[in-house]
């Protein structure tokens, strides 16, 4: 596209601050720079609300709880055990960020739980695959969802570390899309001079860019029919857990969610709930105090199961719903940004939007979500902070206490 043409474009979709920079990029800068603005929904844009959408009647839902688990735990086993050894599954690392929160400019990955040896947060993962392996002689593959920010640095770190004995033919990485940053005008941020600014666009688009990478071509090929869907940041995560694939399987769930009760009602998680009698979740900050300690006859919180970023999905279903429209979430966040003559600018307050779909929002499209109780202390140690609760710290104890030697 000529630079007249591009001037053009950015001046129709109210982007004129844009057009000092464009007058300073070569024709080839100009061209990719084309490409990026193409991509963007300017209508769509400008539509969006800071506004939460209206919700409509929230109820509480019932999950499958430790109790009955212990009744029905050797059929679940069993049918989890053949599901694995099937080799019809497969697992998903959702691992898109990086370790800024803990101090580190890696990937969060790559960040180092160890106290008296090295051990990763990657590394964690993939002892769970070998343990599987071991048990049932089945290798299932890994599928890692980086991000354009740290995809070269986690594959790196992979090939450095050899990855860490399952072998390069297990595992893949897919690249999570990403979406144009604002500012609090809807006036695109760039990154650089010849660059706009962007940031992932939330786990909620996770299945598309598997399916539409060579990973998700991959997995067709192998023939998967479930796939396991877990976070990084949870070193304690069992995504491998034969009870409950065996458990999903059983109820011919399309998606089965790893759920655990609130310690207490102001925990800041999302709780599973019904919205107008489909599966969905109530985000911490949307909880009204009439939700957040409301009680049954006996006392028992009614909105109590929290998520903890652990999955399983039917690849028919994720197929089915694969072009639902997603509803896009913004939020104010501190964004870098670099002025047209190449001065860059660290804001130390919010000073635009990021535009994110969320994971959750997908529930509403499956045929049946299936919530399964686990104990917090064996499977929820979440590092999200170097210290207090939900940090390094905490984390550390936890594993010490599941007998992990750090």
């Keep these: 596209m000529e630079k007249t043409a591009l001037n053009t474009m950015l001046q129709k979709n109210k982007q ?7 007058a300073a990029m070569t024709e080839e800068q100009a061209g990719i720079f084309e490409a990026e603005l193409s991509k963007i929904d300017f209508a769509a844009l400008e539509a969006i609300t800071e506004e939460s959408p209206v919700r409509g009647t929230i109820t ?3 999950a499958y709880t430790l109790q009955r688990r212990a009744l029905e735990k050797e059929e679940n086993l069993r049918v989890g055990i053949e599901a694995i050894k099937s080799g019809r599954l497969a697992t998903v690392m959702l691992a898109g960020g990086q370790g800024t929160r803990l101090g580190s400019d890696k990937p969060k990955g790559c960040y180092n739980v160890g106290i008296t040896r090295e051990y990763y947060l990657f590394e964690a993962h993939v002892e769970k695959l070998i343990e599987t392996e071991k048990k049932y002689g089945v290798k299932l593959p890994l599928y890692i969802m980086t991000s354009e920010k740290n995809h070269e640095q986690t594959v790196a770190f992979f090939e450095t570390h050899e990855y860490f004995g399952y072998g390069k033919e297990n595992i893949g990485f897919f690249r999570q899309k990403s979406a144009p940053c604002t500012d ?4 695109l941020l760039m990154e650089s001079t010849t660059r706009l600014a962007s940031s992932p666009n939330g786990n909620g688009g996770w299945y598309v860019s598997l399916a539409e990478s060579d990973c998700g071509k991959e997995m067709r090929e192998r023939g ?3 796939i396991s869907l ?3 940041d949870n070193p304690l995560q069992r995504f491998c857990c034969e009870e409950f694939i065996g458990a ?10 790893k759920v655990v009760t609130k310690a207490y009602p102001e925990e800041l998680m999302g709780v599973m709930c019904l919205e107008d009698g489909k599966p969905s979740m109530i985000a911490y900050a949307e909880m009204t105090d009439a939700l957040r300690y409301a009680t049954d006859e006996n006392g028992n919180l009614l909105y109590t199961y929290g998520d903890i970023l652990n999955m399983i999905f039917r690849v028919d279903e994720l197929d089915r719903c694969m072009g639902a429209e997603m509803p896009i979430h913004i939020a104010r966040k501190k964004i870098p940004y670099v002025d047209a003559d190449g001065t860059a600018h660290s804001p130390t307050a919010p000073n ?7 994971l959750f929002d997908a529930f509403r499209y499956m045929s049946s979500v299936f919530l399964f109780e686990v104990e917090r202390s064996k499977e929820f140690a979440p590092i999200k902070n170097l210290t207090g609760a939900d940090s390094v710290e905490s984390a550390r104890r936890m594993l010490t206490e599941n007998g992990v030697t750090l």
């Design 16 to 22: 004129e601050h844009l057009l000092p920079y464009v």
């Design 230 to 232: 877990f976070g990084v």
């Design 60 to 62: 509480p839902i019932e």
């Design 224 to 226: 998967i029919e479930w």
């Design 184 to 187: 609090f005008n809807r006036k």
């Design 352 to 358: 635009g939007f990021k535009y994110e779909q969320f």
């Design 248 to 257: 999903s399987v059983r109820a011919n769930a399309s998606c089965a969610v």
